[in-house]
T-cell receptor, first 110, second 116 residues
């Protein structure tokens, strides 16, 4: 079936370090990918997206890498801050809906 | 600019009752999506509406239904509520057929439905 999986349920990093959150997807026909951040009690917040004709896209302190050969997506957060603590979801699209993974909890240690 | 707004924020119902959840999209957005997020789990796709029409539906029973109004707001109705329907229901909106045209979804903060 359709699924997007995350490699680790929880990632703990020191404040100031870089964070890397990984994601695997199963549908090779997917052509659009998004990373979301969800804080407790809130809806998912858009972070960054990437289309399948790109390998890398950068935003403010974030970078998304797409490897279509192995169907792998990653989110890199530079200089991780306490405010980055949240659950991060990757989502896969292309058929008119987004399919979400189960999420990775990012914990930032002071 | 106002984001996606959902009402009510919390809803408590008894098994067998019906629940109606409402969503107002971002101004200018024509697509509305509904997702279910059970406690501690990921988001499961429910429904997608665009320009008043149902465009896609997830693997949920027919007692989950909805509609989109001419002003692009939307309603999600859940009939014959079951205990396992307890979840956070998230609405999202997007431009121009959304994901199909590589436009991201923007989410509201959800309605927490509790079925007792």
């Amino acid at each position: 079936g359709e699924s997007v999986g995350l490699h680790l349920p929880t990632l703990s990093v020191q404040e100031g370090d870089n964070s890397i959150i990984n994601c695997a997807y199963s549908n090779s026909a997917s052509d659009y990918f998004i990373w979301y951040k969800q804080e407790s009690g809130k809806g998912p917040q858009f972070i960054i997206d990437i289309r399948s004709n790109m390998d890398k896209r950068q935003g403010q302190r974030v970078t998304v890498l797409l490897n279509k050969t192995v169907k792998h997506l990653s989110l890199q957060i530079a200089a991780t801050q306490p405010g980055d603590s949240a659950v991060y979801f990757c989502a896969e699209g292309g058929t008119g809906k987004l399919i979400f993974g189960q999420g990775t909890t990012l914990q930032v240690k002071p | 600019e106002a984001g996606v707004t959902q009402s009510p924020t919390h809803l408590i119902k008894t098994r067998g009752q019906q629940a109606t959840l409402r969503c107002s999209p971002i101004s200018g957005h024509t697509s509305v999506y509904w997702y279910q997020q059970a406690l501690g789990l990921g988001l499961q796709f429910l429904l997608w509406y665009d320009e008043g029409e149902e465009r896609n539906r997830g693997n949920f029973p027919p007692r989950f239904s909805g509609r989109q109004f001419p002003n692009y707001s939307s309603e999600l109705n859940v009939n014959a509520l079951e205990l396992e329907d307890s979840a956070l229901y998230l609405c999202a909106s997007s431009l121009d057929l959304g994901v199909r045209n590589n436009s991201p979804l923007h989410f509201g903060n959800g309605t927490r439905l509790t079925v007792t």
